[in-house]
């Protein structure tokens, strides 16, 4: 990663779509800035594109050809943020600021090449080193990178968060500020389940099962960056002027409730497959050709009786046209394919299940209460996931948020 001793006073700062999705908002960022500039800190800003904005390019993109990944749907997806750089830039310069926007080859962020899903390597951040030293503020593009022969790659939707952790860990921050529309992480989305609770701190493992389990918070390989790294992350209001939430190693969180979150996924699709031939030989050629056409596979179940082998597996709905493609290609015409679309994910997440019997057996009685069948399920150490379908999400969220009393946290 190219670190760096740490210079005083640089604090990167990444603003979501939302916080730039109009002028208005690109000037109250502009704005803030300022503020900040004032009290004596050295930005380094990070944006995505305006809000909507690369939902509308997926589309434009999945008119012309839905199975497309590749080369120009990275350099497509990626303009949007050009846009919104450019634009904060100028907000700033008309603030007597000095701004320059940058796009991550001019920065140096440099990832493998596998498109839509890239990792970064390097990032060279002497570069933006020398224009902080010069008084000007780098206001770099989210979600992109570059590949060692200079090809645009993307990082996964909702990437732009770990653009600014990668820069903070090669500027040797010690923080990383994350603004959004939220004003913290808190114990369930707040847009599902109204009571939700903020979290003042959370650990780096629990954000992190948190993120991976489809929390649109934060995105997961940013918190995997910052654990690597040890840069604690600061999500925080684009809105309000005041503390959020504090991810940090596990030693600093003061007490560890049982569960401290229900995190969801609504953009879980599934397929099951019977019968598929027995033995793990067919498993093994189709999550390799999955695999190889980039589909990330979530949970798995096999099963086998003397009718045949039973296959389930989830994915996100990004990858449902590529994967349906693939397991067309692999089975065998009599077996019968079901897509269940409108699925969602279900979890709860907390280091203290580690010491906690009962967890499970409480998360199962709630979904039977209601009545909310079960598709899958997977749990490790600190989490317990189920797939369900979308429609019982809400009630589910709801009541778990509050079996796990986390309303009153
Ligand atoms: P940005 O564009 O700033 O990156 P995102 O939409 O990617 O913002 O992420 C912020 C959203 O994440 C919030 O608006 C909220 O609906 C959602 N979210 C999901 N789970 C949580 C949670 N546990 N705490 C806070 N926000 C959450
Ligand atoms: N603009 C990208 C997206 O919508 C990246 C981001 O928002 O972090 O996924
Ligand atoms: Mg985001």
Redesign the pocket.
């Known amino acids: 990663m190219g670190l760096m001793k740490a210079q005083e006073g640089i604090v990167v700062k990444k603003f979501?779509?939302t916080s730039v999705g109009s002028i208005e908002r690109i000037e109250a960022v502009a704005e803030r800035i300022l503020q900040d500039t004032k009290a004596g800190q050295l930005p380094v800003v990070v944006a995505?594109?305006m809000?909507g904005?690369?939902?509308r390019l997926v589309r434009l993109a999945a008119d012309i050809d839905p199975f497309y990944r590749g080369l120009a749907y990275d350099m497509l997806?990626a303009s949007?943020?050009q846009v919104s750089i450019a634009l904060l830039a100028m907000a700033l310069e008309k603030r007597g600021l000095k701004a320059i926007p940058l796009l991550a080859y001019q920065v140096g962020i440099q990832t493998d090449s596998i498109f839509s899903k890239a990792r970064i390597q390097e990032v060279k951040g002497q570069r933006l080193l020398e224009l902080v030293k010069q008084g000007i503020i780098p206001v770099v593009a989210?979600?992109q990178g570059v590949t060692i022969d200079d090809r645009i790659t993307?990082?996964?939707?909702?990437?732009?968060?770990?653009?600014a952790v990668a820069l903070a860990a090669s500027l040797g921050c010690e923080a990383c500020e994350i603004y959004t529309d939220v004003p913290a992480v808190y114990t369930a989305d707040p847009r599902l389940v109204p009571k939700a609770q903020e979290i003042p701190v959370l650990s780096f493992e629990e954000m992190m099962e948190m993120a991976s389990l489809g929390s649109k918070v934060l995105?997961f390989r940013c918190v995997e960056l910052a654990v690597k790294f040890g840069v604690k992350i600061h999500v925080r209001s684009t809105f309000e002027r005041r503390e959020g939430t504090w991810v940090v190693p596990e030693g600093e969180r003061m007490e560890a409730p049982v569960v401290s979150s229900v995190t969801h996924d609504a953009q879980t699709v599934v397929f099951k497959i019977f019968p598929v031939p027995f033995g793990p030989g067919f498993l093994a050629q189709l999550f390799e050709r999955l695999a190889e056409k980039g589909v990330v596979v979530d949970i798995i179940t096999q099963s086998q009786n003397e009718e045949g082998q039973r296959l389930a597996f989830s994915v996100n709905e990004e990858d449902r046209p590529l994967a349906e493609q693939v397991l067309r290609q692999q089975v065998e015409d009599h077996s019968q394919i079901v897509v269940m679309d409108q699925m969602a994910k279900i979890s709860t997440v907390g280091v203290g299940m580690r010491n906690h019997p009962g967890v499970a057996s409480r998360f199962f009685k709630v979904l039977h209460d209601l009545e909310v069948p079960v598709h899958l399920v997977t749990t490790s150490e600190i989490k317990i996931s189920a797939v369900i379908d979308k429609s019982n999400l809400e009630v589910a969220a709801r009541a778990l948020h509050q079996a796990f009393s986390l309303e009153e946290s």
């Open positions: 979501g779509g995505s594109a809000s904005e690369t939902n997806l949007g943020e989210g979600f993307t990082l996964g939707r909702g990437g732009s968060d770990t653009t995105h």
